[in-house]
T-cell receptor
Framework: DGGITQSPKYLFRKEGQNVTLSCEQN?????MYWYRQDPGQGLRLIYY???????QKGDIAEGYSVSREKKESFPLTVTSAQKNPTAFYLC????????????FGPGTRLTVT | AQSVTQPDIHITVSEGASLELRCNYS??????LFWYVQSPGQGLQLLLK??????LVQGIKGFEAEFKRSQSSFNLRKPSVHWSDAAEYFC????????????FGPGTRLSVLP
């Protein structure tokens, strides 16, 4: 079955450590996205990528970094510069253009203490 | 700039009652509109989408939505709510900007009373 996988489901880190969240898709989608979701809030776009080896900052990119070396993979690194990293992180992908909507992974809940 | 508003932050309905969740958008061109549902601790699932044609669209889980261009609205409806419908619902508009293609509303949390 095609879909998006995010691992792990839960992630715990100590303050000051970088952590990388995995996102893999087998939908053959060109575009991939990372969102952050805080309790009771909507989705905020961190980074997006339309094609391999290219990505753009979203609304809240500070303290985050990404890479897009393969079409299937779009890992997100939460760096120690991110002031409030504890959140629910969602990865999504879409076919080219706006017509098809986005498909979401199950999310990773990151807790930093 | 394009935007999506969902006026109701939280709605509570009784099981078996009808439901309408409101969504208004601001977008200059022809909108592509979507509704998503999110259960606690889960990702978002696409309920339905509107591209063109019939303004009443059917989705999964018994949901439907009606596009009204004159009101810039795309409200989600269900005739009889089930307890399992309790979740967060997000409206989104697909734009024609190369790059950031989608704008999401803030979400409406639905609670269902037994």
């Amino acid at each position: 079955d095609g879909g998006i996988t995010q691992s792990p489901k839960y992630l715990f880190r100590k303050e000051g450590q970088n952590v990388t969240l995995s996102c893999e898709q087998n939908l053959n989608h060109d575009a991939m996205y990372w969102y952050r979701q805080d309790p009771g809030q909507g989705l905020r776009l961190i980074y997006y990528s339309q094609i391999v080896n290219d990505f753009q900052k979203g609304d809240i990119a500070e303290g985050y970094s990404v890479s897009r070396e393969k079409k299937e993979s779009f890992p997100l690194t939460v760096t120690s510069a991110q002031k409030n990293p504890t959140a629910f992180y969602l990865c999504a992908s879409s076919a080219p253009g706006r017509a098809w909507g986005q498909y979401f992974g199950p999310g990773t809940r990151l807790t930093v203490t | 700039a394009q935007s999506v508003t969902q006026p109701d932050i939280h709605i509570t309905v009784s099981e078996g009652a009808s439901l309408e969740l409101r969504c208004n958008y601001s977008y200059g061109a022809t909108p592509y509109l979507f509704w998503y549902v999110q259960s606690p601790g889960q990702g978002l699932q696409l309920l339905l989408k509107y591209f063109s044609g019939d303004t009443l669209v059917q989705g999964i889980k018994g949901f439907e939505a009606e596009f009204k261009r004159s009101q810039s609205s795309f409200n989600l409806r269900k005739p009889s709510v089930h307890w399992s419908d309790a979740a967060e619902y997000f409206c989104a508009v697909g734009t024609d900007n190369y790059g950031q293609n989608f704008v999401f509303g803030p979400g409406t949390r639905l609670s269902v009373l037994p």
